[in-house]
């Protein structure tokens, strides 16, 4: 029998069932070095795919993903490249195969030995007739004569019931690492991150089927209260990243992994998907869906229910009714949403509009689908935001879309987030926001986005403490958006809290280096701090010129800086932000022109979201001891300020 196989510094080791490389073990699953195994025996050979499968599986229910799976994992464990191949070659559409001078090192005979197959499995004949064939039977053995005489017989009889006995446990040992892993994998399985699902359709124009069925996957998953879901703009930063899953879960903090792959043809989808355990690199689970792409969000969560039974979660029952309770859906209305999700990502007012164009098209194909006017209202609020849409057609046409949605959807969380948000920095209605966002999370704990407008709200109040722990909870979700930490620093930055500002400005800027909004925010803190020269240093590189600088620097109070803001707005063209006039005549100590300023800038509706910080702005603070402060935040709608500041002198 053979004992050992070798190609350069690599050795299978038969006898224990272990692959080493340069002399030390290397882990790999179980399936994954049987399959190497069967390739070695058949190198130089094309090997089918389909062969490879009902070879080192047999009987069980596996798809090309879960052979792919394992060839990754062999890869990584030899160190081959997919294009250069040292040891696996693939021939595409076909299979594989072995490439390596393979040199096979026997052990030496020993009578009576059996010969066993290399792959390990259970043995397929029953151990007692083998036993008794042994007995029985004088015939040669490897060239010699058994022995005759009765002690030793038996002698012999039981060495090779042992072999054959600790051949059975072996193989049920290997059995349960493959299968009973189920149970002690999801006893620890509480946070998983969805990686970006793999585009199969051989098109990349079917990219933003992938990406938006990955997010609607995190979603479905973001349901289930008991697990920690990351977020789709997290999941987003490993498409095509070259990194193990153990480290994306160690960078992730989380226990396990969702990986898979989206194929299209025509009308028809599958969904592949598979579970792995981190730190192992184990697989759990792993199954295949398909169907047509109006059954699309059914097939979706079919594959949230699969991973939480996997993993031991028991479900509520409103949750099991939400994952059970997904429509079928216009495929026209359908693509056309997956669209505009995709557009939306980019995250410019181009990119905006033309996810905006989508989601009408989908509402109009399907006027029964709850998400597409979820993705109207959003669109909406950040095209207003940006001034393509005037502030009042573009709220309205917001309110209606979210209203639309919950008529359809009443369990839609992301309709309840998408009314707090308007509510709050739209319509200054704190309770209303405050009730949809609390409703929002009992919907979805995952939705990062209700954690952080809930921790907004918190802190416009001037609930600190409770806005960061909100704040954090979104992080944990969302740990790789720039977007989240900037509005983060800049929360920390309403609440005084500015060294811990700057590090979440930093953190946001290590992820985007160019991000304006983390730029500006940060050159803003730094100024507060009174650190001059590092805020220029930052809106340098934001493309702050030298007399917007020196307007800044006055208005913060730089020693010596004095004339600089009347001599460059008497060389202004043209009328002027009254929100920012009013902020300047503030930072001045002007207060009778701060407040006509700050009331002109209601009047016209300018900068409405940003107005909302009144309460806790730092650069109101000049205004907090007039009485004419408290006065119009009672008269617009806003939150008095904090009672802690009525103490303080400005």
Partial sequence: MTLHYRFDDVQIDLQSFRLLKAGKVTPVEPKALNLLIFLVENRGRLVERREIIDRVWGDAFVTDHVLNYSIGQLRKALVDDAKNPKYIETVPTLGYRFIANVEVEPPEETAGAAKPSSLVRIPETDPASQLGSAESSSAPVNGEIAPEHPSLLRRYSAVLLLVILLAVVSSFVLWFERHGSLASSGATIRSLAVLPLENLSGDPSQEYLADGMTDELITGLGQIGALRVISQTTAMQYKSAKKSLPQIAKELNVDAVVEGSVVRSGDRIRIAAQLIAAPADKQVWAHSYEGDLKDALALENQVSSAVAEQIRIALTPNEKMQLAGARQVNPGAYEAWLKGNFFEQTIT??????????????????????????????????????????????????????????????????????????????????????????????????????????????????????????????????????????????????????????????????????????????????????????????????????????????????????????????????????????????????????????????????????????????????????????????????????????????
Wanted: aromatic letters at 12%.
């Fill in 349 to 650: 007012p181009e990119s905006e509009q033309k996810a905006l164009q989508y989601y009408r098209q989908s509402a109009q194909l399907d006027p029964s689908f709850a998400p597409a006017y979820v993705g109207i209202a959003r669109s909406h609020n950040y095209l207003v935001d940006q001034g393509v849409i005037p502030f009042g057609e573009g709220t309205a046409d917001a309110d209606a879309a979210v209203a639309k949605a919950l008529d359809l959807d009443p369990g839609l969380g992301e309709a309840y987030s998408g009314r707090a948000f308007n509510l709050l920095r739209f319509h200054w209605d704190f309770p209303g926001a405050e009730r949809d966002f609390r409703h929002a999370l009992e919907l979805d704990t995952n939705a990062s986005n209700a954690h952080e407008g809930l921790g907004t709200y918190l802190v416009i109040l001037g609930r600190f403490d409770e806005g960061m722990q909100e704040m954090n909870r979104a992080e944990d979700l969302d740990p790789l958006s720039a977007r989240l930490k900037t509005n983060y620093c800049e929360m920390l930055r309403l609440a005084r809290r500015l060294e811990q500002a700057i590090a979440k400005c930093n953190a946001a800027l290590e992820l985007a280096p160019d991000y304006w909004w983390a730029l500006e925010t940060s050159g803003e803190v730094y100024e507060e701090k009174k650190e001059y020269s590092e805020a220029h240093k930052i809106w340098t590189k934001e493309g702050y010129d030298a007399p917007t600088m020196a307007v800044w620097d006055e208005l913060h109070k730089v020693p010596g800086a004095k004339s600089v803001f009347d001599a460059w707005l008497n060389n202004q063209k043209g009328p002027q932000n009254p929100f920012f006039l009013s902020i300047a005549y503030a930072n001045l100590g002007r207060k009778d022109q701060a407040f006509v300023w700050l009331e002109k800038a209601y009047e016209q509706r300018v900068q409405i979201p940003e107005m909302i910080n009144l309460p806790v702005d730092p650069e109101f603070d000049v205004l907090r001891s007039d009485p004419r402060f408290d006065a119009f935040l009672r008269r617009v709608g806003l939150p008095p300020q904090p009672s802690v500041y009525l103490a303080q002198t400005w």
